[in-house]
T-cell receptor, first 112, second 115 residues
């Protein structure tokens, strides 16, 4: 399974853009990159997923460089409610390399 | 859609007692996952099922843990006998496995405290 590495924690202030980078040097050709968000006392929830280049939805953007060995989750203009743990997972359903390893994630603390 | 349903939400028991956690996946999903989360070890996969069949139970800590999925709408995770080190939040999640870009939907979790 592809191993991912993320910063343990990050701090930001309301209104700033936050970028969380995840390294996945041994990503396989067919692997997708998926990010989850977990608030205290809740289960993780899906944020965004991508394969290459850039993906954007109403919550975040995901930037994936051409070599796909890393990815960056971008949260525009964060608010206090974005304080959570963010997990990066890598995997591919078709080859059995399912994205099931959450690791420790990145703990984002947003200050007023 | 009610989402993934777990019960109980909180459980306090004494060491040596049997504990049974329950999960109802989202209707139509054919994969079900049990995770355990602690401060020390983070979020760990215990076992997952595809179409009610256990596929990978390599994360189950020891023989005291067992999981079943008798039908597509129900699964249990049993700990017998329970020990204080089993104290954790246990999450159940489900997904639609035939979709290549798999997304897991998590339940609210069961917070277990073993005294």
């Amino acid at each position: 399974l592809a191993k991912t590495t993320q910063p343990i924690s990050m701090d930001s202030y309301e209104g700033q853009e936050v970028n969380i980078t995840c390294s996945h040097n041994n990503i396989a050709t067919n692997d997708y990159i998926t990010w989850y968000q977990q608030f205290p006392s809740q289960g993780p929830r899906f944020i965004i997923q991508g394969y290459k280049t850039k993906v954007t939805n109403e919550v975040a953007s995901l930037f994936i460089p051409a070599d796909r060995k890393s990815s960056t989750l971008s949260l525009p203009r964060v608010s206090l409610s974005d304080t959570a743990v963010y997990y990066c997972l890598v995997g591919d359903m078709d080859t059995g390399r399912r994205a099931l390893t959450f690791g420790s994630g990145t703990r984002l603390q947003v200050q007023p | 859609d009610a989402g993934v349903i777990q019960s109980p939400r909180h459980e306090v028991t004494e060491m040596g007692q049997e504990v049974t956690l329950r999960c109802k996946p989202i209707s139509g999903h054919n994969s079900l996952f049990w995770y355990r989360q602690t401060m020390m070890r983070g979020l760990e996969l215990l076992i997952y099922f595809n179409n009610n069949v256990p596929i990978d139970d390599s994360g189950m800590p020891e023989d005291r843990f067992s999981a079943k999925m008798p039908n597509a709408s129900f699964s249990t995770l049993k700990i017998q006998p329970s020990e204080p080190r089993d104290s954790a939040v246990y999450f159940c999640a489900s997904s639609f496995e035939t979709v290549k870009q798999e997304t897991q939907y998590f339940g609210p979790g069961t917070r277990l405290l073993v005294l």
